[in-house]
Structure formats: C-alpha cells, structure tokens
C-alpha cells in the first residue's frame, strides 16, 4: 500500500516547484504544464523561469531567494491571493561544491546548508500552517542518496542532504494523520549544472528529464520514497546496510578517492 495517497490527475492541480529554473526542477515543470497543472515556479534566476513559463497560461512566475524568509513568505502569500492556496510544495533548490576535508571553506559551507536545509525550512513555515488549516496539501523534499552515509567530495552537501532526509521523515510522523501527504525524492547522478561540477565518473548518469519522470511517477504512486535510477540507487540502499568495517573500504574502491 503506498503511504500516501494516489494522484490520479494533474489537471488544475496547484503547484509550487521551488528550484524551477534548471535541471529537474525546470523539467518537472514542463511536464506538470503539458498536463494541465498549475504551476508556480521559483528560483533566483527570473529569466531562466520566464523561459521555462513560456507562453503557459498556468504558469506564475515568483523569483525569490530560498535564503530570504521575506522572499519565501511573499511567493507563497501571492500564490494563496492568487490560487487560494496550494496543493503541492516540492523543494528542488539546492547548491553543491566539492568538499574535502582539507578543504573545510566556512563561507561554502554555511551557503550549502542556507539553501539546501534552512530555505526548505523557510518553505515549510511558509506553507504547512495553511495545509494544517484545510486538512489537506503535499510536501515534497529532493534530497539525494548522497544525504545516505558519508561520501568523499561532499563534506558539506552529504550531510545537508542526509538532514534533508530526516526531516521528511519527521515530517511524514507528524503531518499525514493530519491530511498531508510527505514524499521525499533521493535521486543518484541527474546531468544538470551542479553534476558538471564533478571530475569523476557518475554511475547511471541520467537526463534531467528522465528524472522529472521518474519523480512525478513516485508522487502519482504515493511513494514516500522515491529513489531514482533504480540501477544505481539500490546498491546505494544496499550500502546503507553495511557496517563500517566493510562501508569505509567498499566507497574507497569504488571511488578510487
């Protein structure tokens, strides 16, 4: 049984991707549209939105930063004038720069965790007491299967991820006898700006499109989890279990870091 409930349609339904103005999040919004959703989109960067609104009647447009609460509390208030509300929150923004631990950069660090952690929060806060006070809305929080156990190069994004997954798991224990769904999105290697950043080989590497997909496809279901491509998240999952003994000396192979 899934543990959330199924959506069996797109159509008219309020939606607000945060992080929409590249990479999956630009992507889930094409689809979302050409299915008859409506779609608020916010990022920092307006123009990226504008050209991913095109000529989409359905389509708001909210430039904001994630970092900014006043920015976050502004969209949402215009969305609930505009809409009266919205039926589903997912939380795409995020920032990564490999990390080392001789690299420990304090700056880096505390904007990894101001995007990626404090705005989904800043985002919560915005939206949850709404939700709480019809009964009924969606969550959900892209993270990553990074965020599963500590992994070289990430020293600041694995763990804002791991906190990422956490908290939709807190979240799901306190809102859903509440009528709110919670999902949370773990996908592997997506090819979008931040992946570039990356010198190493990226394991079941997939399209920013195909990844929207595999997301929408996990929410329709009523996953709590949707993890994503399965041919290189499962191992993931599978590292999960190992004790670290066996964990340290499998990732340092398999690495080569």
Known sequence: MPLNARIDSWKDRRVWLIGASTGIGAAAAELLLQRGARVALSAR???GLQGVAGAHASAMVLPLDVSSETDVRAAA?????????????????GTYAPLRAWDIELTQIKRTF????IGCYAAL???VPGMLARGSGALAIVS???GYRGLQNALAYGPSKAALINLAEALYLDLT??????HLIDPGFVDTPLTAKNEFSMPGLISAAAAARAMLRGLERG???THFPKRFTLWMRLLRLLPYRLYFPVVRR???L
């Open 177 to 182: 006898p509440k009528g709110i769904a919670v």
């Open 223 to 225: 996953e709590f989890e």
């Open 114 to 117: 101001d995007i990626n952690v």
């Open 45 to 47: 960067n307006e123009s």
């Open 144 to 146: 990553s299967v990074a």
């Open 125 to 127: 806060a915005a939206v």
């Open 77 to 93: 208030a215009r969305i609930d004038a505009a809409w009266g509300g919205v039926d589903l929150v997912v939380y795409l923004a």
């Open 254 to 256: 398999f690495t080569g």
